[in-house]
Antibody, heavy 121, light 110 residues
Framework: QVQLVQSGAEVKKPGASVRVSCKGS????????ISWVRQAPGQGLEWMGW????????SDAKKFQGRVTMTTDISTNTTYMELRNLRSDDTAVYYC??????????????WGQGTLVTVSS | SSELTQDPAVSVALGQTVRITCQGD??????ASWYQQKPGQAPILVIY???NRPSGIPDRFSGSSSGNTASLTITGAQADDEADYYC?????????????FGTGTKVTVL
């Protein structure tokens, strides 16, 4: 079955960086983009950015530009999201999701299980 | 960038019908997709496009769209439908790929 499996929980200090991985299986990895979405405790979903595993092209939400880098390793069907200069308000569950695009609609399916990143001194 | 606005919370009696709405300018150009999220779990896709359900999603879930508003309807709500629901669409206000999520609606089944 189509599945995305993410790396485990992380605890980081303010100012540090975190890298979360997302490994796809059960489909042709280069055929679909991967979006990253985060959810702070008790808050809603926030889209962070997208990467094409096919060619490595990315698009980031304005809020994260300059702080986030997404990369992909097609030899292992894995996408990475690195967030730098962490602050306490970056504490959140980070999700990857397969991004399926058509002309006038997109959808995220499936989602990874989520990775809790805690930023605390 | 665009925004998508949802009512914070709605309640529905068991077996009755509830409609959740999502409003935003981007919905005039793009269809919404809808996600169900239960506490401590990752979101799952329930509706995408004009009115498409992924396999495994019950047919009591349906979608519609008109103007700047997308709607998710649960016909014959079950206790298992109690969850947060989020809409999402591409952002039509920018030239590059950008997505926006709705503010989320908590559905309580009474």
């Amino acid at each position: 079955q189509v599945q995305l499996v993410q790396s485990g929980a992380e605890v980081k200090k303010p100012g540090a960086s975190v890298r979360v991985s997302c490994k796809g299986s059960g489909y042709t990895f280069t055929k679909y983009g991967i979006s990253w979405v985060r959810q702070a405790p008790g808050q809603g979903l926030e889209w962070m950015g997208w990467i094409s595993p096919y060619n490595g092209h990315t698009s980031d939400a304005k809020k994260f530009q300059g702080r986030v880098t997404m990369t992909t390793d097609i030899s292992t069907n894995t996408t990475y999201m690195e967030l730098r200069n962490l602050r306490s308000d970056d504490t959140a569950v980070y999700y990857c999701a397969r991004d399926v695009m058509a002309a006038t609609v997109n959808w995220f399916d499936p989602w990874g299980q989520g990775t809790l990143v805690t930023v605390s001194s | 960038s665009s925004e998508l606005t949802q009512d914070p919370a709605v309640s529905v009696a068991l077996g009755q019908t509830v409609r959740i709405t999502c409003q935003g300018d981007s919905l005039r150009s793009f269809y919404a997709s809808w996600y169900q999220q239960k506490p401590g779990q990752a979101p799952i896709l329930v509706i995408y496009g004009k009115n498409n359900r992924p396999s495994g999603i019950p047919d009591r879930f349906s979608g519609s769209s008109s103007g700047n508003t997308a709607s998710l309807t649960i016909t014959g709500a079950q206790a298992d439908d109690e969850a947060d629901y989020y809409c999402n669409s591409r952002d039509s206000s920018v030239n590059h790929l950008n997505y926006v999520f709705g503010t989320g609606t908590k559905v309580t089944v009474l």
